[in-house]
């Protein structure tokens, strides 16, 4: 069973990066439809990006040029490298994981579709 797990979440100045990883364990993540998706106070959970198997990754447009998507074969681990950060990017992160095939939709369907989630991990952005 596919069981996503963040980790690397904290307290960071604006402007300031961070680096979030989501280590698969008991799964090949190359096989599934990665994504990072972020749900702040009040708000509802949004997509930030994902990747498919060959490593393509697709961003949404308020993160576009500051976060990027990559995976470690050899480790088995997804990161989500956020750099440039604004206090609007704080939120909760999640790793998610659906069919390969979802992927094309997985930014833009319901998060409640999305079968397998992290636990995730807490972003803050503030001087």
């Known amino acids: 069973q596919v069981q996503p797990e963040e980790s690397g979440g904290e307290s960071v100045p604006p402007g300031g990066s961070l680096r979030l990883s989501c280590p698969a364990s008991?799964?090949?993540?190359?096989?599934?439809?990665m994504g990072w998706f972020r749900q702040a106070p009040g708000k509802e959970r949004e997509g930030v990006g994902v990747?498919?198997?060959?490593?393509?990754?697709t961003y949404a447009d308020s993160v576009k040029g500051r976060f990027t998507i990559s995976q470690d074969n050899a480790k088995n681990t997804l990161y989500l490298q956020m750099d440039s950060l604004k206090p609007e990017d704080t939120a909760m992160y999640y790793c998610a994981a659906d069919h390969l095939l979802l992927c094309p939709l997985m930014l833009t369907i319901s998060p409640s579709d999305i079968n397998s989630w992290g636990q995730g991990t807490q972003v803050t952005v503030s001087s």
């Open positions: 008991g799964y090949k993540y190359f096989k599934y439809c």
């Open positions: 990747i498919d198997s060959d490593g393509t990754a």
